[in-house]
């Protein structure tokens, strides 16, 4: 009795405390690239504070409110663009632990006779950690690189460090000025270009865990659909985040990319099927799940590549290319485009929640909402508060390698730790 006394107050206990500090009080975050800089650095160790933004309620999707992200503060969130269930099917898969630096573990209760019940989501649900520049109601654009914010120019976090010399349309350097929705807001979708709808599915899928929501995209030639369409001369800029089309168009023509720049156009055939599938559901599974995977405890590996919305535009500006080629008298091709959820179309929407827009400070080197859309407050987790370790970017340090510990007093930046994250 002594002994369980003992196990329980020296072991237990705090391990039962430090469970429910981490599930609800604090996330640990590690920086993984230079999106932040020069606030964040790749290798900088932080700390987030959950219980700011709200208090997560055991076994649901909801949260006790306490106040939401302003403009200028740093937050760290779950990124919109992959699914936060395996196989976008919550019902399926059961949720059993996270990892952190090792993933996500879930349950899957439907698992085919000689399948892994176990499943391992190594590399996500990714959180990403952004600036919040503008939330529900107001209105952002980028020009030329510039944040406007309610018609005003915000120099908030900079350009990158790093600036490309050449200035275009992708979202890095132009978005129209949009107004962040509001809950309660009903969107019409009849009006939206695709890339607005793909921005639309993107907050449906955050704020409807339990649905399937679906982005459908078809080409007709007099109300007749073009199954199997291609394109003989189909143009894309080569751009960092378009790799999936920049990839594809150099698979499909056995293009040898050499000589080739940022900014240059690459020209070849190309499936509209490409975009059909990418979209569908907006991500594809990077395992083959009827491949055996090697993970750990025996579980079956999962992970996923997201679809950027963005190369929309180049299939709607290729449609219209096409169009243009054709005599006066030939039809001409029109590219439609549609929502479905739980397989039902759908023509509108009503914002559930509070919405924000997110930016990294090294601008012109961030993957952010200009790319991926609006990120609701279900999938707000923490905000930034302190650095609590850092270490150089090239460091050999390795934690579950004792040997590599002796280059830490020279790979740790001293001048980091403790520095509280600030507020732009």
């Given at each position: 009795?002594?002994?369980?006394?003992?196990?329980?107050?020296?072991?237990?206990?705090?391990?039962?405390?430090?469970?429910?500090?981490?599930?609800?009080?604090i996330q640990a975050?590690?920086?993984?690239?230079?999106?932040?800089?020069?606030?964040?650095?790749?290798?900088?160790?932080?700390?987030?504070?959950?219980?700011?933004?709200?208090?997560?309620?055991?076994?649901?999707?909801?949260?006790?409110?306490?106040?939401?992200?302003?403009?200028?503060?740093?937050?760290?969130?779950?990124?919109?663009?992959?699914?936060?269930?395996?196989?976008?099917?919550?019902?399926?898969?059961?949720?059993?632990?996270?990892?952190?630096m090792f993933g996500?573990?879930?349950?899957?209760?439907?698992?085919?006779?000689?399948?892994?019940?176990?499943?391992?989501?190594?590399?996500?649900?990714?959180?990403?950690?952004?600036?919040?520049?503008?939330?529900?109601?107001?209105?952002?654009?980028?020009?030329?690189?510039?944040?406007?914010?309610?018609?005003?120019?915000?120099?908030?976090?900079?350009?990158?460090?790093?600036?490309?010399?050449?200035?275009?349309?992708?979202?890095?350097?132009?978005?129209?000025?949009?107004?962040?929705?509001?809950?309660?807001?009903?969107?019409?979708?009849?009006?939206?270009?695709?890339?607005?709808?793909?921005?639309?599915?993107?907050?449906?899928?955050?704020?409807?865990?339990?649905?399937?929501?679906?982005?459908?995209?078809?080409?007709?030639?007099?109300?007749?659909?073009?199954?199997?369409?291609?394109?003989?001369?189909?143009?894309?800029?080569?751009?960092?985040?378009?790799?999936?089309?920049?990839?594809?168009?150099?698979?499909?023509?056995?293009?040898?990319?050499?000589?080739?720049?940022?900014?240059?156009?690459?020209?070849?055939?190309?499936?509209?099927?490409?975009?059909?599938?990418?979209?569908?559901?907006?991500?594809?599974?990077?395992?083959?799940?009827?491949?055996?995977?090697?993970?750990?405890?025996?579980?079956?590996?999962?992970?996923?590549?997201?679809?950027?919305?963005?190369?929309?535009?180049?299939?709607?500006?290729?449609?219209?290319?096409?169009?243009?080629?054709?005599?006066?008298?030939?039809?001409?091709?029109?590219?439609?485009?549609?929502?479905?959820?739980?397989?039902?179309?759908?023509?509108?929407?009503?914002?559930?929640?509070?919405?924000?827009?997110?930016?990294?400070?090294?601008?012109?080197?961030?993957?952010?909402?200009?790319?991926?859309?609006?990120?609701?407050?279900?999938?707000?987790?923490?905000?930034?508060?302190?650095?609590?370790?850092?270490?150089?970017?090239?460091?050999?340090?390795?934690?579950?390698?004792?040997?590599?510990?002796?280059?830490?007093?020279?790979?740790?930046?001293?001048?980091?730790?403790?520095?509280?994250i600030p507020l732009?």
């Open positions: 009795m002594n002994f369980l006394k003992a196990f329980i107050r020296e072991f237990a206990i705090p391990i039962a405390s430090a469970l429910v500090v981490i599930a609800f009080a975050f590690k920086i993984p690239s230079g999106s932040m800089e020069d606030t964040l650095f790749e290798g900088d160790f932080l700390l987030g504070l959950k219980f700011v933004y709200g208090i997560s309620i055991p076994f649901s999707h909801s949260k006790i409110p306490v106040s939401e992200p302003d403009v200028g503060e740093v937050v760290i969130f779950r990124y919109p663009g992959e699914p936060e269930y395996p196989d976008y099917d919550i019902k399926r898969y059961a949720h059993i632990a996270n990892a952190l996500n573990f879930f349950w899957d209760r439907q698992a085919p006779n000689g399948s892994p019940k176990l499943i391992h989501y190594a590399d996500g649900p990714k959180d990403y950690i952004k600036r919040c520049v503008a939330k529900s109601g107001q209105k952002v654009a980028v020009k030329e690189g510039r944040l406007f914010l309610d018609g005003v120019e915000n120099p908030m976090g900079g350009l990158g460090k790093y600036t490309e010399r050449n200035r275009g349309s992708s979202p890095r350097d132009y978005i129209k000025e949009i107004k962040v929705p509001e809950p309660g807001e009903t969107i019409s979708f009849d009006s939206l270009s695709v890339h607005d709808l793909w921005w639309i599915r993107s907050l449906m899928i955050q704020e409807m865990p339990d649905s399937l929501v679906e982005f459908n995209i078809s080409l007709t030639r007099d109300e007749l659909e073009l199954q199997d369409w291609v394109f003989d001369d189909f143009r894309a800029p080569i751009e960092y985040h378009k790799y999936q089309l920049f990839n594809a168009i150099i698979n499909k023509n056995k293009i040898i990319p050499q000589g080739l720049n940022y900014g240059d156009t690459i020209t070849g055939k190309l499936d509209l099927n490409f975009f059909r599938k990418m979209v569908r559901t907006g991500f594809l599974p990077r395992h083959n799940p009827n491949m055996p995977q090697k993970s750990l405890f025996g579980s079956r590996l999962v992970g996923y590549d997201a679809f950027d919305g963005s190369q929309l535009e180049d299939l709607k500006a290729n449609v219209e290319f096409e169009n243009a080629r054709l005599d006066p008298d030939v039809p001409k091709l029109e590219l439609k485009w549609q929502i479905l959820v739980n397989g039902n179309p759908v023509y509108k929407y009503t914002v559930k929640d509070r919405v924000y827009f997110m930016m990294g400070d090294n601008r012109d080197n961030s993957l952010d909402s200009r790319y991926w859309g609006f990120v609701s407050a279900r999938n707000i987790k923490a905000k930034a508060f302190i650095i609590y370790y850092s270490l150089e970017k090239n460091s050999q340090v390795e934690l579950l390698k004792p040997w590599t510990w002796i280059y830490l007093p020279k790979d740790i930046r001293w001048s980091r730790i403790a520095r509280i732009i």
